[in-house]
Every structure is written in C-alpha cells, then in structure tokens.
C-alpha cells in the first residue's frame, strides 16, 4: 500500500508568548517527497512553528501530526524533542549554526549517530567491548558518515575541526549531521543564509537529492530564488497567520504576498509595484 500523501499535518496550531499571539490558528500539510517552504516577513512566526514541531516550545493549541511511511502517527505537540527525533523520525538544523566546533567533520557525523550507537551497546562496557550487534552497528556508522561526507562534498576536510570549515560547508555539514539520524522530514531554519552564489547552487543541488532520495523537506528561507528553485509548495505566513499556500507560481504572483513583502495593505499593491518598478527604472537609467 502507498503510504500516505501527508507527511506531517498542522491543525489549528497557535503560540502565545504573554500578550503576543505569534502563532495564530495557523494550519496546513506537508506532502510526503516534497520539499515545502515557509516564508514571510520578519516576525512572521517561522522560527516559532519550527520550534513547535520539533519539541522546543511546547504549543498554546492545536495539533502537529507526523505520519511516517509505515503508517505511524505521531503527535508531535505531545512528545519531548529527543523523542520527536528518535520515533517520529524529524530532524533539524538552526538559524544559527550550531556544530561541535572543536571536533572534527567526520565526529560530528559520528556523534549525531550517538543514540543508535549506545542502544547496541546495551548501555554496558561489555557491550561496547565485545558485542557483535556493536560492532556492527559501529561499522554501519562509519559508513553512513562517509557517505555523507562525499554527499556534503567534505570528504577532504573530514579531519578538520568542524569551526575551521568556511560558512558554506558548516552549513552542508549541519545538514549532513541531520541526515545521519535517518529522518522521514527535515526542517532548516535559513539554510542559505550568508551563502554566497556558488555555495548557494551547491546547496540547491545537496537539498533536491535528498528529496529524490526520499525524505520531504520543510525550509524556512528568506532567499526568495532558493525557495522559487527548489520549492514543490509554498506557505506564507504574515503576524502568525496564514496569508497563501500553493505552487510557486501562485504564491508569487499573490497581491496578498505581495503586500506583506513591500510592507502594504493589499489594495495598494498595485500602486506599490508601479512605484518600485519606477525606481527600478530610475537605477537603470
Ligand atoms: N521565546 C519567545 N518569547 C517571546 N516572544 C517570542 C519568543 N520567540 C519568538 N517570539 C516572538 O514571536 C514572533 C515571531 O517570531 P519568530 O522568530 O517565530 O519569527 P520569524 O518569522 O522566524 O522571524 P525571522 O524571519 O526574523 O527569523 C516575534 O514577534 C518574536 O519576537
């Protein structure tokens, strides 16, 4: 049987920080093998939905489930985040870069896979020492992170301490690290910030082969020619609720988009456009 469309689901989700609602009655679906993007302006709320499905912030209402391939539903608001990543099979990456700087590329591979690693060992020194399963597991682990490696394209700096790497490869060794837990969806906050052009078609090229392979993809990115390359499906948020939700091609040209980027209300749109296409005009000039 073909398992289901919707990898992950979010119903009537709303975050309250005290006075603020930063999170509004938002809801939509993620599509199993697609890649989905979250976009708005600053303030959105982006930030907030990621933290609510991946168990940093635990949600003022509504429901986050994840169905993973073999059926399995998750109810993401209910679980602690190690859980989220263990069972429901969701892993991220941050805004801010966070690896483990002082170790190498190859160990930050190796440490994400920390979890399956202990379990085999039976959580005893015997078993780290002479258990077969160990062993074997050890040995699957090591393969993994060189994939991953080559994938990353960081095989040549697999030695390096992973804070010597420039911006670009620190970012494709985050989401290497993220990919050595097996996830089902993998959510970046702002994968191309601060990358520069080549980095950029790297990093397109790395996050579409990982959908083709299998895994659906959930990015928050202000890039808008990341998110217009590579998206399957778009979904804008602006003040915590959601203002559109579809292809590309329609979120794009939606005039409540487009206000919300330019900063106006939606029955200014159109002088707005004309006003930048007149400054654009004037630059040319
Ligand atoms: N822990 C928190 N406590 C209080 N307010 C918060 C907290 N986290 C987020 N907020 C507020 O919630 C709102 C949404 O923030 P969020 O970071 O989710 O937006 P965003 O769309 O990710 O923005 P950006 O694109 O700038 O990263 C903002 O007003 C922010 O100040």
Not at 51 to 69: A, D, E, L, S, V
Not at 243 to 260: E, Q, T, W
């Amino acid at each position: 049987m073909a398992p289901p469309v919707d990898i992950l689901s979010i119903e009537h989700l709303s975050m309250r920080f005290g006075g603020l609602m930063a999170i509004d009655d938002l809801s939509f679906t993620v599509r199993r093998g697609e890649i989905t993007a979250l976009i708005g302006p600053n303030g959105a709320g982006k930030t907030t939905v990621f933290n609510c499905i991946t168990g940093f912030y635990k949600p003022t209402m509504g429901m986050i489930r994840m169905t993973r391939h073999d059926g399995s539903e998750h109810l993401l608001e209910r679980l602690p985040d190690f859980v989220i990543t263990r069972d429901a099979k969701v892993a991220r990456t941050f805004q801010n870069i966070r690896l483990f700087s002082g170790l190498t590329v190859l160990e930050n591979l190796l440490v994400a896979q920390h979890n399956k690693l202990m379990k085999a060992s039976g959580y005893t020194v015997l078993g780290l020492l002479g258990a077969p399963l160990y062993k074997r597991e050890a040995k699957a682990a090591i393969e993994k992170a060189a994939h991953w490696l080559e994938r990353a394209d960081l095989v040549e700096r697999a030695d390096d301490p992973a804070g010597d790497l420039p911006y670009g490869a620190q970012r494709r060794l985050e989401i290497a690290r993220a990919m050595c837990t097996d996830p089902e969806l993998l959510c970046l906050d702002e994968p191309a910030a601060g990358l520069n052009p080549r980095e950029s078609l790297a990093l397109n090229k790395l996050l579409r082969s990982i959908r083709d392979e299998g895994t659906s993809l959930l990015l928050i990115e202000h890039d808008m020619s990341v998110v217009m390359e590579i998206s399957d499906h778009i979904v804008v948020l602006e003040y915590g609720q959601k203002i559109s939700d579809g292809a590309p091609d329609h979120v794009k040209n939606d005039p409540k988009v487009i206000a919300a980027y330019l900063g106006v209300d939606d029955d200014e749109v159109e002088e707005a456009i004309s006003e930048v296409e007149s400054l654009d005009g004037g630059d040319k000039a």
